[in-house]
């Protein structure tokens, strides 16, 4: 992450406001060191400019525009979803925590990163019921424990039940998964196997 050199308070405010802007699921850890302030300098700024802590913000975000879930359970969604447009796009937050992480590396644990854009995938699908039927996925970069995972999902094209999906997921702006699901409609994937 890059930085930025010790600016005057009234400056570094107005960097803050608009770096917010671009980047709203930025913790108070990440902006004191782009700021190269405390974290508790970061919080002042905050309640001085009126802008909430993380999870009201990602809360905020969610409201503006989520379709309702169909083809899942929210409670089966792997991270928070703060974005969705049935058949078009969505986009989840993920924190990864001790209990995501491998104890001798504080490497987070691939299948928990692929759940979540598998669950993503899926749950932008505007279906009863949607299944995965193949992916191909690439890990880039290893995750850290305290990283935060934003996945992005797209809906690529669609035949009849068939969906393509990408799912791209980042850290800080760094790509560090890819993935590309063809997720079918639970009909379509009877029939399909029938066929076989």
Avoid: W
């Amino acid at each position: 992450m890059f930085s930025i050199a010790r600016l005057p308070k009234k400056d570094r405010q107005s960097r803050l406001v608009q770096y917010l802007a671009d980047n709203p699921f930025a913790t108070d850890e990440d902006l004191a060191e782009l700021f190269r302030v405390s974290i508790q300098t970061i919080r002042l700024d905050r309640l001085e400019l009126g802008i909430p802590e993380l999870r009201e913000r990602i809360k905020t975000v969610a409201e503006k525009s989520l379709d309702p879930v169909k083809s899942l359970g929210i409670d089966e969604i792997i991270g928070e979803i703060i974005d969705l447009q049935l058949d078009s796009q969505a986009i989840s937050v993920l924190e990864i925590k001790e209990e995501h992480v491998f104890s001798k590396t504080q490497i987070a644990r691939g299948h928990y990163i692929f759940a979540q854009a598998n669950s993503l995938a899926v749950a932008v699908i505007n279906a009863e019921v949607a299944l995965t039927a193949t992916a191909r996925i690439r890990f880039v970069r290893p995750v850290r424990a305290g990283e935060k995972l934003v996945a992005k999902a797209l809906v690529r094209s669609r035949n009849g039940d068939e969906c393509k999906v990408r799912v791209e997921t980042k850290v800080q702006g760094e790509l560090v998964f890819t993935a590309t699901f063809r997720v079918v409609e639970m009909s379509s994937y009877h029939n399909s196997m029938d066929e076989e």
